[in-house]
């Protein structure tokens, strides 16, 4: 599972969507990726509020399942689900491997996130 932080000024060392809105916090909510099509929204106390369309309102949530093709609105930012991961910045920490000299088996794995 991967998180990705939502915001204007969102962490650099984790996995994150950049939004340039003024409307939206510098860390504004998190998208979980679930696997199958579905997905986790929270809103990270943001001033504004995270939204989701349901049944052609918009309804403020804490946290709520949505698929790829739901509308979610934070702030004033509006997009679908897809059109926040097509955003998403992830750029994992190098990996640091030591092996057995005798035979190349990987003794010791580190990841520098």
């Known amino acids: 599972m991967v998180d990705y932080v939502?915001?204007?000024?969102?962490?650099?060392?984790q996995p994150r969507i950049l939004l340039e809105d003024r409307s939206i916090s510098r860390t504004h909510g998190k998208l979980s990726v679930l696997g199958n099509g579905r997905f986790i929204i929270e809103d990270?106390?943001?001033q504004?509020?995270?939204y989701v369309r349901e049944k052609g309102?918009?309804?403020?949530?804490?946290?709520?399942?949505?698929?790829?093709?739901d509308e979610v609105r934070l702030g004033m930012f509006t997009a679908t689900v897809a059109d926040l991961l097509a955003r998403?910045?992830?750029?994992?920490?190098r990996v640091r491997m030591e092996?057995?000299?005798?035979?190349?088996?990987?003794?010791?794995?580190?990841?520098?996130?």
């Not at 939502?6 to 060392?13: A, F, K, L």
């Not at 918009?58 to 399942?65: E, I, M, S, T, Y």
């Open 6 to 13: 939502i915001g204007r000024e969102p962490d650099p060392s």
């Open 44 to 46: 990270l106390r943001s």
């Open 48 to 50: 504004n509020g995270t």
């Open 57 to 69: 309102g918009w309804k403020r949530v804490d946290r709520a399942d949505v698929g790829s093709a």
């Open 88 to 93: 998403a910045i992830y750029t994992p920490g």
């Open 99 to 113: 092996r057995n000299p005798e035979t190349g088996e990987i003794v010791k794995r580190t990841d520098d996130r």
